[in-house]
């Protein structure tokens, strides 16, 4: 293989890290949905870190085949790291923003739906 489709390889692995950095947000979510971070779940936690890294596998296999990557070569797993980083760097921070902007929102609607509902409880209660 010469030295201008190793770049060209490179570059794939760096793009094919950044968007892996979506897949990630996708089960940071879920994380974040079923309480993983606060120490509750720590079994689906560790359910959702392994599904992670098997989904990172597949995903690195079919960039692989699809792009038809040599054999192994360590610069293939230092591209996805720096796309990784990249990916951290830049975008995470506006997607990190908008995920807390959407779970707070859909917290507080959950919230005022079962106030709604104690109190309507609470009023047919007194009627009766």
């Given amino acids: 293989m010469d030295t201008k489709n190793q770049f060209t390889v490179f570059c794939v692995c760096v793009v094919a890290g950044f968007l892996f950095g979506i897949v990630y947000e996708i089960f940071a979510f879920f994380r974040m949905l079923f309480g993983c971070p606060r120490g509750k779940n720590k079994g689906l936690g ?44 830049t975008l995470h921070r506006i997607v990190a923003f908008l995920g807390n902007k959407c779970y707070n929102k859909i917290t507080e609607i959950a919230k005022k739906l079962r106030d709604r509902r104690k109190n309507s409880k609470k009023k047919v209660e007194r009627e009766i």
């Fill in 46 to 89: 560790l359910a959702l870190d392994i599904a992670l890294f098997g989904a990172l596998a597949l995903y690195y296999v079919a960039v692989a085949y699809a792009f038809r990557f040599p054999d192994f070569r360590a610069y293939t797993w230092l591209g996805l790291g720096v796309g990784g980083i990249i990916y951290s760097k």
